[in-house]
């Protein structure tokens, strides 16, 4: 049975580093899901101070302030559903890829429970974990395994969402993986494994993803944010007038900003290693290639960047597109090249209707 009635609107609520996106879907049981609501609201004060972001990879999070934020935003939104969906940023859950022999669901259950302690960095008393299967590997000698993609989240993170939720006037009936949302939204139709690459402001996730099922999970800290404090220290200027030029600025141009471009490749080209181990370690565990980089998160507008990472990786690259997976007003059809980016996870989440 799922968490929404078939004919309930779900609110998908993600609340990043520097933003929080709100995204209300209208889901019929004979119809595409239809866009009802969004609002993204940004807060600025992290590009001059990092306490300023509103949640870090040191699990920062302000619960009365970022309940306030969450109530303006649905305000100026005018956005009135209240059950809602969550996710939780790469950097603040565990993730890894277990392989066990096949056996029944309870003895999975408890072999995972054992393995856990193994790699979970917590005492297992201070988290959740959530687990499924998501592929089968046979071992050189023959055996059949499982592979199991355990995540784990400090219960104490979990408390404050339900707080900030709560605080709010929302109703938190579920909170997944950010990678999760991003999987269902942009790999549902894609029968063959695909990299998401999501350029966040604090930290880039990747998330190798097949068939809307998330299979592998990493992150790093080298981010959108690292490219506009790099311009800023390098040039000496402002950090919002290094975010401005930023997005101005195209990836690879040979003109006079040829310096700028430089910057900023730098920084991408540390990504890219990034992408690479995932990559292999994706490959080497599911014995299946990547066939495509889909980019996601505000890096994703950066000028030239599709460009820059198909050349860089050799695989078709493309920017995602959550709104393929919606009806929506055609009004929006002029912002929604660079808006689906900004709500992409918040659009997934709203996606997860009668699972």
């Known amino acids: 049975m799922g968490l929404f009635s078939k004919t309930e609107n779900v609110l998908g609520v993600d609340i990043g580093t520097t933003s929080i996106k709100a995204v209300e879907i209208q889901h019929a049981s004979s119809q595409k899901p239809s866009l009802q609501n969004y609002g993204d609201l940004h807060t600025y004060g992290y590009l001059e101070r990092f306490n300023n972001a509103l949640q870090t990879s040191s699990l920062r999070l302000s619960e009365q302030e970022t309940a306030n934020y969450l109530k303006l935003l649905l305000n100026k939104a005018g956005i009135t559903t209240k059950r809602a969906v ?172 040829s310096e700028l471009s430089t910057l900023i490749e730098t920084i991408l080209d540390v990504i890219m290693n990034d992408v690479r181990r995932v990559k292999d370690n994706f490959e080497a565990s599911y014995r299946e290639k990547v066939l495509k980089i889909i980019l996601t998160g505000g890096g994703a507008n950066l000028a030239g960047i599709e460009e820059y990472v198909s050349r860089q990786l050799g695989l078709p690259t493309v920017k995602g597109n959550p709104f393929a997976a919606l009806n929506f007003p055609q009004k929006l059809e002029p912002v929604i090249k660079d808006l689906g980016s900004h709500i992409a996870a918040a659009i997934g989440l709203g996606l997860r209707a009668t699972e």
């Open 86 to 257: 969550a996710s939780l940023p790469p950097f603040s859950t565990f993730s890894t890829l277990l392989e066990i022999p096949m056996m029944t669901e309870t003895e999975t259950a408890q072999a995972i429970e054992y393995q856990a302690r193994q790699y979970v960095p917590l005492p297992l008393a201070e988290v959740l974990l959530d687990w499924h299967v998501v592929g089968k590997r046979t071992d050189e000698g023959g055996n059949e395994n499982q592979q199991i993609l355990l995540n784990s989240v400090a219960k104490e993170h979990i408390q404050r969402y339900q707080k900030i939720f709560s605080l709010a006037g929302l109703e938190l009936v579920a909170i997944e993986n950010e990678g999760t949302a991003l999987a269902r939204v942009f790999t549902q139709n894609e029968p063959k494994p695909v990299l998401i690459i999501d350029i966040g402001s604090r930290s880039t996730g990747f998330f190798a993803a097949q068939a809307g099922t998330l299979k592998l999970v990493s992150q790093t800290d080298f981010s959108g944010g690292s490219i506009t404090q790099s311009i800023a220290n390098s040039l000496n200027i402002p950090t919002t007038r290094a975010e401005e030029m930023k997005k101005r600025q195209a990836i690879g141009a040979k003109d006079q900003n």
